[in-house]
């Protein structure tokens, strides 16, 4: 079973900062690697497939990068809707499909 | 509008069963994977079951396997998820979620999600 690890547990930051989340998984994944973003209360919706193309609709502040084992989705200017919780998933090795355990990303 | 309703939820006694439902609109259910993906409360997301668009190929996690069954009917437009033997540890919501798979070395993600429903294990 391939396993996500997402670091940090906690980003703390302010509106109009750059976010940066990792997500480091045990063995390649190739880009067969998605993320998502979760608010409280609401599904998760993906943000980015392939390792590093937007899915529709999402803002272009939002970008990913990497491949293989390390993976990178950065906020460039944090807006007040983008404090949520962020996992990385993938569909390399399968089943099973994996999560990583999350990134909340807070208000400081 | 492209749409997942799950319903089916509710509270059940440990090793009692349930099956939940996800009514899929919008789109041509047929054409698609489909996961049914779980939320234990304050944890992170867990891939239960998998199931091809024709339902010839389906997967379990290791922690459910034996005892859900996953299933659809593409007349319907509709996934099925049977549960048996439910534990305390499947408390969770559960949403269901739309797969657009690897398609040319490409891996699309779950790009539409259902608002999930509460299950409940607890005597």
């Known amino acids: 079973e391939i396993v996500l690890t997402q670091s940090p547990a906690t980003l703390s930051l302010s509106p109009g900062e750059r976010a940066t989340l990792s997500c480091r998984a045990s063995?390649?994944?190739?880009?067969?690697l998605a993320w998502y973003q979760q608010k409280s209360g609401q599904a998760p919706r993906l943000l980015i497939y392939d390792a590093s193309s937007r899915a529709t609709g999402i803002p272009a502040r939002f970008s990913g990068s990497g491949s293989g084992t390390d993976f990178t989705l950065t906020i460039s200017s944090l807006e007040p809707e983008d404090f949520a919780v962020y996992y990385c998933?993938?569909?390399?090795?399968?089943?099973?499909?994996?999560f990583g355990g999350g990134t909340k990303v807070e208000i400081k | 509008e492209v749409q997942l309703v799950e319903s089916g939820g509710g509270l059940v006694q440990p090793g009692g069963s349930l099956r939940l439902s996800c009514a899929a609109s919008?789109?041509?259910?047929?054409?698609?994977?489909m996961n049914w993906v779980r939320q234990a409360p304050g944890k992170g997301l867990e891939w239960v079951s998998y199931?091809?668009?024709?339902?010839?190929?389906?997967y379990y996690a290791d922690s459910v396997k034996g005892r859900f069954t996953i299933s659809r009917d593409n007349a319907k437009n509709s996934l099925y998820l049977q549960m048996n033997s439910l534990r305390a540890e499947d408390t969770a919501v559960y949403y269901c979620?739309?797969?657009?798979?690897?398609?040319?070395?490409?891996?699309?993600?779950?790009?539409?999600w259902g608002q999930g429903t509460t299950v409940t294990v607890s005597s």
């Open positions: 199931i091809s668009s024709s339902g010839s190929t389906i």
């Open positions: 063995q390649s994944v190739s880009s067969y």
């Open positions: 998933q993938q569909r390399s090795n399968w089943p099973p499909l994996t």
């Open positions: 979620a739309r797969d657009r798979g690897t398609i040319n070395y490409y891996y699309y993600g779950m790009d539409v």
């Open positions: 919008g789109f041509t259910f047929s054409s698609y994977e």
